[in-house]
C-alpha cells in the first residue's frame, strides 16, 4: 500500500516552522580532498546543538502535533541519534519527557545524550529492526504518539531535506551530494529539495558493505523492510530501507558501496586532516570519496556530515594501529 509522500514545497514550509529552533551550520572547503578537477565541501550538520541533523525532522514533526497528542506523551524508536532529537526536542518546546526505544548495542554516548534532555531510555533488542518491531508494540500499549524517525513519516523526511536548501544557499555551484544512507530519509529530503532547485544535481547515497539491504531491494525491486546485516560500527545504517524511501527511492541517482575499514580510516582523516570529529555513519561518504573518486561525478561535490555522536572506542582502536 502506498503511503503519503512529500514535495520540495513541503521542505519550503519546513524550513520556516524550524528555523528558529536549529542552527544553519557551516558548509565547509576540504583542502585536503579538493583537487585540480573538483572541489569538496562538508555540509557540518555535526555542529547542530545535538551534533546531528536528526533534530530537522523531529521539531518538524513534533512542531505540527495537536494539544492531545503532545498529552498522551511522544515515543521514539531510534538507533540513537534519532532519539536524542526528540529527547531534546520535548524539552526545548516545555512538552513531557520523551520515551527513547534503543537497542542495546546504542553506543552510551548516545544514551548519555538521551538521558541528558530528559528523555526515558528503554532498551530492546539486538538491533535496529529489532527494536523497531518491539518499540512499536511497547509505544502502541502505552498510548504515546510515535514520531518516526526515517521509515514512513513525509513530514520528517521534509524537515531532513532542509538540510540541502541551506547547502544550496551557501553555494548554489554544488551540482553532486553525497551522504549516508540509513532508512532514506535523509537521502530522499535531500534528493526532493536539491532537485528543486536544480534538477540537474546529482545525489549519491552511500552505504557500508556490511548492509546491502538497499541495493538488494532495488535490485529484486522488493524492500527488504527487515535485513540481516552483519556487524558494523555504523549503526545508523544496518537493518532494513525504510517504507517512504524506498517508494521514493527514483529521486536519488546512485549507490556506492564501502568498507567498514575505508569507514573508520576516513573517521582517522576527518579528525587528524580536517579536524572534525564524526560518527561512523558521517564518515562513509567521505570514505567514497577517498577511495572510489572515478564514481562520483561532478566539480562541486558536497557531503553532508550527518552527525558527530562518535564512539570513541573507535577511535582508541584505529590510533593504536598508527
Not at 540513537?80 to 526528540?86: L, M, Q, R, T
Request: aromatic share 8%; hydrophobic share 40%; proline share 4%.
Amino acid at each position: 500500500m502506498s503511503i503519503k509522500q512529500f514535495t520540495y514545497e513541503d521542505v519550503i514550509q519546513a524550513r520556516n516552522r524550524v528555523a528558529p529552533y536549529v542552527m544553519q551550520t557551516a558548509l565547509d572547503h576540504s583542502i585536503y580532498l579538493s583537487g585540480e578537477t573538483h572541489n569538496v565541501y562538508f555540509k557540518l550538520e555535526n555542529q547542530q546543538p545535538i551534533k546531528s541533523f536528526k533534530l530537522r525532522g523531529a521539531l518538524n514533526r513534533i512542531l505540527q502535533l495537536t494539544e492531545e497528542e503532545k498529552e498522551h506523551g511522544i515515543a521514539a524508536i531510534s538507533s540513537g541519534n534519532h532519539g536524542v532529537a526528540v529527547a531534546y526536542s520535548t524539552k526545548l518546546l516545555g512538552l513531557k519527557p520523551a520515551t527513547i526505544i534503543v537497542p542495546e548495542t546504542t553506543p552510551e554516548s548516545k544514551v548519555e545524550k538521551i538521558k541528558y534532555y530528559g528523555g526515558n531510555v528503554v532498551l530492546m533488542g539486538s538491533c535496529y529492526d529489532d527494536a523497531h518491531v518491539m518499540g512499536t508494540r511497547y509505544a502502541n500499549e502505552h498510548n504515546y504518539v510515535i514520531v518516526d524517525g526515517g521509515d514512513e513519516d513525509p513530514i520528517v523526511f521534509a524537515g531532513q531535506g532542509t538540510i540541502a536548501l541551506e547547502m544550496l544557499r551557501q553555494n548554489p555551484d554544488i551540482d553532486t551530494i553525497l551522504l549516508p544512507i540509513g532508512g532514506g530519509g535523509l537521502g530522499v529530503g535531500c534528493s526532493v529539495a536539491a532537485k528543486g532547485i536544480n534538477p540537474d544535481i546529482k545525489v549519491i547515497a552511500v552505504y557500508t558493505e556490511a548492509c546491502t539491504a538497499w541495493v538488494d531491494s532495488i535490485r529484486d525491486n522488493k524492500p527488504y523492510y527487515v535485513y540481516d546485516s552483519a556487524p558494523s560500527v555504523c549503526e545508523a545504517m544496518i537493518g532494513g530501507v525504510g517504507k517512504l524511501g524506498f517508494e521514493m527511492v527514483n529521486w536519488i541517482d546512485g549507490f556506492i558501496g564501502v568498507s567498514e575499514d575505508a569507514i573508520k580510516k576516513a573517521m582517522i582523516h576527518m579528525l587528524f586532516h580536517e579536524k572534525v570529529a564524526v560518527e561512523a555513519t558521517s564518515a562513509a561518504p567521505v570514505a567514497a570519496l577517498m577511495e572510489k573518486p572515478e564514481l562520483i561525478p561532478g566539480k562541486h561535490i558536497g557531503i553532508v556530515i550527518s552527525g558527530g555522536n562518535a564512539d570513541n572506542q573507535i577511535f582508541i582502536d584505529e590510533m593504536k594501529k598508527l
